[in-house]
């Protein structure tokens, strides 16, 4: 158990919904990242927060979106779903902001399966 | 742009055997950290091992080894005295300290024959 929790475990939903994740990091994280694992795509970075402020974005679309409060939960919110976003969603999280040489732990993951 | 060449799609290894599975990066940065994740079949991606760019010495956490060849640029995970729960994907990553974005291989999927 790596400490990071994320739910729902499975989401099940229609092209066009919008559904949101949720990640809560270790105790003590304060950096959250999100990422996207897909049968085609493998595994892509979407956007890092840190403390409550994004970071960094990597292949996020427009249609996602993503924030963390202030009691550093993080929460993925993706709109006007096609199939293609179908995927497995991960949380990952980090002590802090030093970038390479942090190990990042990552969540169960969501998946989300698009219909 | 960093990358991340797993050459490896799949490897087979008999139990109790030592197997190695391949990584190259490719980077412009001088400090990164290099980091490999096991990904069995339940889906969740599971820390393994950390080899940090200005190293010395190669990572080793119990059974798994890094074997870091810097001027290679190969970051190969050795997992010795395989065991059937090793069974798994296996992605190395690398993240540049410039550059907030981790980038990850294909991955390998290791099978471990009893």
């Known amino acids: 158990d790596s400490g990071v929790t994320q739910t729902p475990k499975h989401l099940i939903t229609a092209t066009g919904q919008r559904v949101t994740l949720r990640c809560s990091p270790r105790?003590?994280?304060?950096?959250v990242y999100w990422y996207q694992q897909s049968l085609d795509q493998g595994l892509q970075f979407l956007i890092q927060y840190y403390n409550g402020e994004e970071r960094a974005k990597g292949n996020i679309l427009e249609r996602f979106s993503a924030q963390q409060f202030p009691d550093l939960h993080s929460e993925l919110n993706l709109s006007s779903l096609e199939l293609g976003d179908s995927a497995l969603y991960f949380c990952?999280?980090?002590?802090?902001?030093?970038?390479?040489?942090?190990?990042?732990?990552f969540g169960p993951g969501t998946r989300l399966l698009v219909l | 742009a960093q990358k991340i060449t797993q050459t490896q799609p799949g490897m087979f290894v008999q139990e109790k055997e030592a197997v190695t599975l391949d990584c190259t990066y490719d980077?412009?940065?001088?400090?990164?950290?290099l980091f490999w994740y096991k990904q069995p079949s339940s889906g969740e991606m599971i820390f393994l091992i950390y080899?940090?760019?200005?190293?010395?010495q190669n990572a080793t956490e119990g059974r798994y080894s890094l074997n870091f060849q810097k001027a290679r640029k190969s970051a190969n995970l050795v997992i010795s005295a395989s065991q059937l729960g090793d069974s798994a994907m296996y992605f190395c990553a690398m993240r540049e300290d410039n550059n907030n974005d981790m980038r990850f291989g294909a991955g390998t999927r290791l099978t471990v024959k009893p």
């Open positions: 080899q940090g760019s200005y190293d010395q």
């Open positions: 980077t412009s940065d001088p400090s990164y950290g």
């Open positions: 105790s003590g994280d304060l950096s």
């Open positions: 990952a999280s980090s002590v802090g902001l030093t970038s390479g040489q942090e190990t990042q732990y």
